[in-house]
């Protein structure tokens, strides 16, 4: 199999899952090179998984043999980031978000079009089996038309468990801009563009804790968000992401339709149960009952839960499932170029993802609905990683 050459800026703790799977798990790739602004950290890199160069950044860029730079910088510079990567001739793929504004991502993706170069981004779990699987329920029509959904992501935030946790709670962090790409990327992947954002936010605690040495954090961005979004098939919902909630029961995604419902797993994750319930079967079982007293029990008394039914994967992984496959989005974006297809994490995609990130602050802060201007259409549904794998 003809092998795409990689190089990496960045070679911070995201980087190693990247690199342990994009040289021992892809065939396709061959990571060539790293680099980073500490010579110290691309040099531990290199010997660690076995790389030929340890570079600067410059140096990297000028590699004839790398094609695809991988950037996982910090996210204020992403944007700098991906600009020099494109500037220099190579295709891109990028940590989330791609940007801190969508004029900064839609910059991003005009240069790479007058380059005729690619620019991807993370998260690439929505093309994993898991998510994949609810993308055929839906497309096979299986709980008939989309109406509505709810997202939640419901946690007392990094500060208990992270050890630098203050970049967090900066601009550029907070569990929107960190987390929800997960289930952005998730949702529109499976739904749709999205038309309309509303939302509520607020910074319930102005200082936290770092667990690791008890220093202080000054919180400096919204940290709890109650929003609503439309999409623009019609369908609506709820989506709730805190940094500020000690627990919740909450599911990480429900889709529901006219003929039924699915439970999503976790969109930070590429496998995970997919759970359905039918419509039909509902009513059967309500019929079955005697009377009115035993239809409420069956309804909310627990009595519809011997009717959800685990679905059986659309492709299984020739890894266990719950692997982080990171590294995916890379592999099927060097197949996209070999092919001269659009890849699945493409760039009016991630743009409109990144522009939503961003529409939440920004309706929360002027208490307006925000109106979306990008577009994208969904990503092709995919099932063929495992023909990149080693």
């Not at 005729?116 to 299986?142: H, K, S, W």
Request: charged share 20%.
């Amino acid at each position: 199999m003809q092998k795409t050459g990689v190089g990496i800026i960045g070679c911070g703790n995201i980087s190693h899952i990247y690199l342990e799977n994009m040289t021992k798990l892809y065939s396709n790739l061959e990571v060539i090179a790293c680099a980073d602004i500490f010579p110290e950290k691309a040099i531990e890199a290199k010997n660690k998984y076995g790389l030929k160069k340890a570079y600067s950044v410059e140096e990297l860029l000028k590699d004839p043999d790398i094609r695809i730079v991988v950037n996982l910088t910090i996210p204020p510079v992403h944007y700098s980031v991906n600009k020099q990567i494109l500037e220099a001739g190579k295709h891109a793929y990028c940590e989330k978000p791609m940007a801190l504004s969508v004029q900064e991502a839609e910059e991003i993706v005009q240069l790479a079009k007058e380059k005729n170069l690619y620019i991807c981004n993370a998260p690439d779990t929505f093309m994993g089996p898991g998510i994949q699987t609810v993308r055929r329920l839906i497309d096979d029509g299986e709980i008939g038309e989309v109406i509505g959904f709810t997202a939640n992501l419901m946690t007392p935030g990094h500060d208990c468990w992270h050890p630098q946790p203050d970049f967090y709670y900066k601009t550029g962090g907070g569990p929107i801009l960190d987390m929800g790409p997960y289930y952005l990327a998730a949702l529109v992947s499976l739904l749709g563009p999205i038309e309309k954002i509303s939302c509520y936010g607020k910074t319930s605690f102005p200082e936290r804790t770092a667990f690791a040495d008890g220093h202080k954090i000054t919180v400096d961005i919204l940290t709890h968000y109650t929003g609503l979004v439309k999409l623009k098939n019609g369908a609506a919902g709820n989506i709730n992401m805190s940094f500020d909630v000690w627990h919740s029961a909450l599911p990480c995604i429900e889709i529901y339709g006219t003929e039924g419902m699915i439970c999503v797993p976790d969109p930070n994750t590429f496998g995970g149960p997919v759970k359905m319930i039918k419509a039909r079967d509902i009513v059967d079982q309500l019929n079955a009952c005697p009377h009115i007293e035993a239809k409420l029990e069956t309804l909310y008394g627990g009595g519809l839960d011997c009717l959800v039914k685990e679905m059986e994967l659309s492709y299984t992984p020739e890894v266990p499932a719950t692997r982080n496959l990171r590294g995916l989005g890379v592999s099927e974006m060097a197949d996209a170029i070999r092919q001269g297809r659009t890849p699945c994490a493409n760039s009016d995609f991630a743009c409109h993802v990144t522009e939503a990130l961003c529409a939440f602050p920004l309706a929360a802060m002027e208490g307006t609905p925000y109106i979306m201007h990008t577009t994208c259409r969904r990503p092709a549904a995919y099932s063929g990683w495992s023909d990149s794998l080693v």
